[in-house]
C-alpha cells in the first residue's frame, strides 16, 4: 500500500474514505490475510497519516465484517470458518437468482449491452491466462456486481454490495481466481447474459443459482482435500 498524503482537518472525512478504500483493497485482494493483526500505529506510520481518519476508516471496516476487534488482541482480519463461509454462498445463490431474475426484467438496453462488452473483456483476459484464471476487478469490473446492481431493488443491492460483496470477494480472490472452473464460469456468465437479453427472468434465475450453486460445490471440494497443513478454516 501506498502512503496516503495528510490534508487539512476539514477533509479528515475524504483521508478517512481514501483509507478505508485502500485497506478493503489490501483485504480483499489478500495483503492482510485472515486473522491477521492489524496494528493501528503502524498503519498510521506506514501511510503517513493521523489516527484519527485511520480509526474511521477501521470502524467502516468493522461495520462491513472485513474485520474484527477482540477483548486484548486488538484489530485482525475477519476469518471465516468453512461452514460460514458456505452460508455465504448459500446466501448469494437464493438472493443473487432474484437479482439475475429482475435484471432480466428491469435492465436497460443499453445496460445488457455493457454487460456483454464486459464479457467480452473478460473472455480477452481468461485466454490470456490459458483459461486458468478469471479475476474480475471490483465494482462495475465484476459481472455479479453489475447484474445485481441491474435488479434495480435497492434493498437487495445493499445486501449483496455493501454488507456481503467485499467478504465474498474476499475469498473469491484467494478462491476462485486461479482455477480449473475458469472456462466453466465463464461459460455460466454467458447462459446468465443470454437469458437476461432475452427477457427470460425465470431462466436467468436458475442459470444463476447453477452457477453459483456449482463455484459452492468447488469451494466444498477443495476444504474437504485440505491437507493438515492447509486449515479447513483458511481455504
Known amino acids: 500500500m501506498d502512503a496516503i498524503a495528510e490534508s487539512p482537518p476539514e477533509e479528515a472525512s475524504t483521508i478517512a474514505d481514501r483509507v478505508f478504500g485502500q485497506l478493503r483493497q489490501a483485504i480483499v485482494e489478500g495483503e492482510f490475510a485472515p486473522g491477521s493483526k492489524i496494528s493501528e500505529p503502524e498503519l498510521a506510520a506506514r501511510l503517513g497519516i493521523s489516527r484519527g481518519p485511520l480509526r474511521e476508516a477501521m470502524r467502516r471496516l468493522e461495520s462491513t465484517n472485513l474485520v474484527e476487534r477482540r477483548p486484548n488482541l486488538g484489530a485482525r482480519v475477519i476469518t ?15 438472493l443473487e437468482g432474484l437479482a ?13 449491452a455493457d454487460l456483454k462488452e464486459l464479457l467480452a473483456q473478460h473472455r480477452a483476459e481468461i485466454a490470456r491466462e490459458c483459461w486458468q484464471a478469471y479475476f474480475q476487478k471490483e465494482g462495475d469490473l465484476d459481472f455479479h456486481y453489475r447484474i445485481v446492481q441491474g435488479s434495480g431493488n435497492q434493498r437487495l443491492i445493499g445486501i449483496l454490495c455493501d454488507d456481503l460483496y467485499h467478504l465474498a470477494r ?66
Request: proline share 3%.
Open 170 to 235: 474476499m475469498y473469491r480472490c484467494k478462491f476462485g481466481m486461479v482455477s480449473d472452473r475458469a472456462r466453466d464460469a465463464f461459460k455460466e456468465h454467458e447462459l446468465i447474459l443470454d437469458a437476461i437479453a432475452e427477457r427470460d427472468g425465470e431462466l436467468a434465475e436458475l442459470m444463476m443459482r447453477r452457477h453459483i450453486r456449482a463455484s459452492r460445490r468447488n469451494v466444498e471440494r477443495r476444504l474437504a482435500t485440505a491437507t493438515p497443513t492447509q486449515p479447513r478454516t483458511d481455504p
Open 80 to 94: 471465516l470458518s468453512s461452514e460460514q463461509l458456505i452460508e455465504i454462498y448459500l446466501i448469494r445463490e437464493a
Open 100 to 112: 439475475a431474475r429482475l435484471a432480466a426484467e428491469r435492465m436497460s438496453a443499453a445496460g445488457i
